[in-house]
């Protein structure tokens, strides 16, 4: 069945660092892929999205590129803010009619001063 | 536009007891989802109405939970009898599927304890 794999956390990096979060997936077809990030306290809310091989996605200064031939779609971000502290996940939905969505386990990120 | 709606928010309830959750789906949104996450996990789909037809609840414990969508619009989701498993933010989300987007919205959650 479909399944994403993202790195474990927690990521703990100074203000203004280089993030990479790494994505990878297994499905069948070609499937949409997803990033999603939760605040502290607040519901899931939708980062960015590809739909095809080699589309990139983007949004507040992150974005991930969608590789059909590495099966991945890795999270980067130039320069990491405090207020980007939070916990991301990785998602595919599945292109058999139910756009059911598969995540990621979340990869916590913490932003330092 | 508003958001999805749960409620409530937090719920607190002993082993064996039932329970209850409700969700309001984005005005419009023909297609609704009920996911559980459980700490340190991603969300599991366990219910996908579209409509108020059940798509997918392949992944439902059918023999303790269950879920109704009655006209299509809000949607409800009950365990009975709890296990203390079933610790986890049970999270609704909806999507405009109908009109061709993909993308799913969704609410706060819902985060039960079961003692």
């Known amino acids: 069945g479909d399944s994403v794999t993202q790195m474990e956390g927690p990521v703990t990096l100074s203000e203004e660092a280089f993030l990479t979060i790494n994505c990878t997936y297994t499905?069948?077809?070609?499937?949409?892929l997803f990033w999603y990030v939760q605040y502290p306290g607040e519901g899931l809310q939708l980062l960015l999205k590809?739909?095809?091989?080699?589309d990139k996605g983007s949004n507040k200064g992150f974005e991930a590129t969608y590789r059909k031939e590495t099966t991945s779609f890795h999270l980067e971000k130039g320069s990491v803010q405090v207020s980007d502290s939070a916990v991301y996940f990785c998602a595919l939905s599945d292109t058999g009619g139910g756009n059911k969505l598969t995540f990621g386990t979340g990869t916590q990120l913490k932003v330092e001063l | 536009e508003a958001g999805v709606a749960q409620s409530p928010r937090y719920k607190i309830i002993e082993k064996r007891q039932s329970v209850a959750f409700w969700c309001n789906p984005i005005?419009?949104?023909?297609?609704l989802y009920w996911y559980q996450q459980i700490l340190g996990q991603g969300p599991k789909l366990l219910i996908q109405f579209q409509n108020n037809g059940v798509v997918d609840d392949s992944q439902l414990p059918k023999d303790r939970f269950s879920a109704e969508r009655l006209k299509g619009v809000d949607s409800t989701l009950k365990i009975q009898p709890a296990k203390l498993e079933d610790s986890a933010v049970y999270l609704c989300a909806s999507t405009g599927l109908a009109e061709g987007t993909d993308t799913q919205y969704f609410g706060p959650g819902t985060r039960l304890t079961v003692l």
């Open positions: 005005s419009g949104h023909a297609t």
């Open positions: 590809a739909t095809k091989a080699d």
């Open positions: 499905a069948t077809g070609y499937p949409s």
